[in-house]
T-cell receptor, first 116, second 107 residues
């Protein structure tokens, strides 16, 4: 079956513009995660959705970042008034239930964002 | 707070040599630990998890609670093992990734 997909694969924007990144999880996966990977650094957790529960937003770096998820399907990560330090690869992952510690997460190919 | 440290950014070995990718964690309680791998031009994917005690592609990882380590080992490195490796203990349902270690296996 299809894996996690993300779009666009690459995005170049100007400082101050808003961007929207999209993630399509694996069908049937109730848990969805967003991570960020800056150049030369490890993955940084941003936000986590699980079913109809309130999302865990503890990793969002500022109020310019927000994310939504419609039911158990598509999620969009929005970055408002982008800054150069937002340049990174944004990775989305999904897992089956998200209720057990250490459930395998399946990653998308990522969106490479460059803010000029 | 749970932290994970991968002290080496780059590990370069010759084909056939043993490999050990280090991972140290700070954790309260009994940790579940994972290794994720990203091969060139491929997605990040699970390599192995501590709880299943399995060997994947010849790699094993032993949880040492006394040293709080979860090093990844392989007795004989292959060129196709060249990749970025991440140690990732979960915090709740989230993964806390280390900074990663690039493994380069030279012929």
């Amino acid at each position: 079956g299809a894996g996690v997909s993300q779009s666009p694969s690459n995005k170049v924007t100007e400082k101050g513009k808003d961007v929207e990144l999209r993630c399509d999880p694996i069908s049937g996966h109730t848990a969805l995660y967003w991570y960020r990977q800056r150049l030369g650094q490890g993955l940084e957790f941003l936000i986590y959705f699980q079913g109809n529960s309130a999302p865990d937003k503890s990793g969002l770096p500022s109020d310019r970042f927000s994310a939504e998820r419609t039911g158990e399907s598509v999620s969009t990560l929005t970055i408002q008034r982008t800054q150069q330090e937002d340049s990174a690869v944004y990775l989305c992952a999904s897992s089956l239930a998200g209720t057990s510690v250490g459930e395998t997460q399946y990653f998308g190919p990522g969106t490479r964002l460059l803010v000029l | 707070a749970q932290r994970v440290t991968q002290p080496e950014k780059l590990l370069s070995v010759f084909k056939g040599a043993p490999v050990e990718l280090k991972c140290n964690y700070s954790y309260s309680g009994s940790p579940e630990l994972f290794w994720y791998v990203q091969y060139s031009r491929q997605r990040l994917q699970l390599l192995l998890r501590h709880i299943s005690r399995e060997s994947i592609k010849g790699f094993t990882a032993d949880l040492n609670k006394g040293e709080t380590s979860f090093h990844l080992k392989k007795p004989f490195a292959q060129e196709e093992d060249s990749a970025m490796y991440y140690c990732a203990p979960p915090r709740g349902n989230k993964l806390v990734f280390g900074a990663g270690t690039i493994l380069r296996v030279k012929s």
